[in-house]
């Protein structure tokens, strides 16, 4: 049987979105996702992504398979295309502009904007150690600035929990950080059961940060929208950002506010529709 995907990506962070609303079990398994994923032997992503049925009173339920095959809870560039992806399915039977979606890291908001972009209500980040998951200290206490041995060096690192686990480290200048060598390294820490995305980050400004990221089970990609979430909670926390800056990441810039009123991330970014095909 065919399988018709469509490729998007957010930022360069690019994914094989496939239709699976009419079962609650992904059409493909992780070893097919591994194989889909490969740039040279497959169609080329970061992740396969499945718009499934909702759960728990939602309009939809996302799941997403890294590259590696592994299954994260979350995905921020991912939640983004999966909202466009939705209203191109839905075309004209489409209600409303904004969808409730059941994602194994909890209730996302994507929303649609008149500009073509998507904002995300990315939810209540999660601070204490315990919740990361980190062994760095003790699960009731926030992991803030706290030193990390990697690669020889000591890192200080500030933990932050978006749906999925990140790793934040505020360095001079991203460009000279060797994250092939050391993104690894931090993924699989034993401080880190669940293994960890990393993130370095260069505050140009208060309000204009660069970041560079190694992504849990995909390696370095061009932009991550959880990530940028993490790192402006990471600089509001350590002081360094206002709570509205832009990240920039390789692929271009998101722009993330910490709302002062509700406690909740919002992201704004863009999703593109790369082209469609069948898997047979
Ligand atoms: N690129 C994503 C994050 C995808 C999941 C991540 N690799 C993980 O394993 O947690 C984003 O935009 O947030």
Redesign the pocket.
Known sequence: MAIEFTKYH?LG?DFILIDNRSSSEPVITQEQAVKLCDRHFGIGA??VIFALPGENGTDYTMR?F?SDG?E???????IRCLGAFLADLEGDAKKSDQYRIHTLGGVMTPQLMPDGQVKVDMGIPRLLAGEIPTTINPANEKVINQPLEVAGKTWDVTCVNMG??HCITFVEDVATIPLEIIGPQFEHHPVFPQRI?TEFIQVVRPDYVKMRVW????GI?L?????ACASLVAGVLTQRCDRKATVELPGGPLLIEWSQIDQRLYMTGPAERVFTGKID
């Open positions: 957010g962070n970061d992740g997403i890294n592994s994260p809870e979350m995905c921020g560039n991912g999925n686990p995305n992504e849990r089970g995909a990609t932009a991550c929208g959880t990530g």
